[in-house]
């Protein structure tokens, strides 16, 4: 990689640790979307160091007093992540070199999803939802996550829609993705997939990332929740639409060839 790229990769990283630390999610999302937009790394690599920077993020995130947490939410979603990230782990070995546009395709759908996620004022439901809503939730965002290190989407709309505090959200969806990342980072590990160049690349951005984060943590910027909504609704959705109109044409070739 020449230094632009690095530096290109680092500004990546600034932004979705910025928006991360603003809104409890989002960092996976944009980092990969921003990453194979501008094709920068390829996305089984850029999903390792992902992993290990949500790892770093997470304990500059929490650091501190014992953070609020709820078990009886935290269970069934840690559970079912951390099954979902093995599914995903094998559905991306199972791919093979045709099914990258399918991937991407994918993918550019995910962080659209999220993106107007972030936009759609969903009223909160004035009752919790049923037990297994949350084994569904977060058996989706391990394969996600399993997948490209970007299970935020189905998590995080279930969580919002739920009647309890900023707080214990926040903390349950670090922690969730903190546990979910270890976890794809030991498989890829077993399986020889961590590589020389993938850790010094994850060290590179770490110091950026938890700099950041204790940053916008001891001093916290001035935005509307509307501000911070918005900027993070473009970021996604301009890395969202890029990569769908990347994986198009590509799947028009395949099929008419």
């Known amino acids: 990689m020449s230094l632009e790229t690095h530096l290109l990769f680092l500004f990546c990283v600034a932004l979705a640790t910025f928006a991360q630390c603003l809104t409890g999610f989002a960092f996976g999302l944009i980092l990969i ?3 194979a937009v501008l094709q920068l790394l390829p996305l089984g690599e ?56 399918w991937l991407r395709l994918l993918l550019g759908g ?35 996550n399993g997948l490209f290190s970007s299970g935020g989407p189905p998590i995080v709309y279930h969580l919002y829609r739920q009647p309890l505090a900023y707080e214990l ?11 979910n990342a ?28 938890m700099l950041l984060s204790w940053l916008v943590r001891r001093y916290p910027p001035k935005l509307s929740l509307r501000a911070v909504r918005l900027l993070v609704f473009v970021l996604l959705l301009l890395a969202g639409g890029s990569l769908i109109a990347e994986a198009v044409p590509e799947l028009l070739a395949l099929y008419r060839g």
Request: include cysteine; glycine fraction near 10%.
């Open 33 to 35: 979307g921003l990453v």
């Open 46 to 101: 850029v999903a390792v160091v992902i992993s290990i920077l949500t790892l770093g993020n997470a304990l500059v995130t929490v650091a501190g007093p014992k953070p609020q947490l709820d078990r009886t939410i935290l269970t069934p979603l840690l559970i079912s992540s951390l099954l979902g990230v093995c599914l995903g782990i094998w559905g991306l070995g199972a791919l093979d070199g045709r099914q990258i546009a």
């Open 110 to 144: 995910v962080i659209i999803l999220a993106s107007l996620m972030l936009v759609l004022q969903s009223k909160p439901r004035e009752q919790p939802s049923s037990f297994s809503a949350y084994w569904v939730a977060g058996g989706l965002c391990g394969v996600l």
């Open 169 to 179: 959200i926040r903390n349950t969806l670090i922690t969730v993705f903190a546990c």
């Open 182 to 209: 270890a976890m794809r980072l030991g498989l890829v590990t077993v399986q020889g997939q961590l590589s020389l160049d993938t850790l010094w690349l994850s060290a590179e951005a770490l110091p950026l990332v």
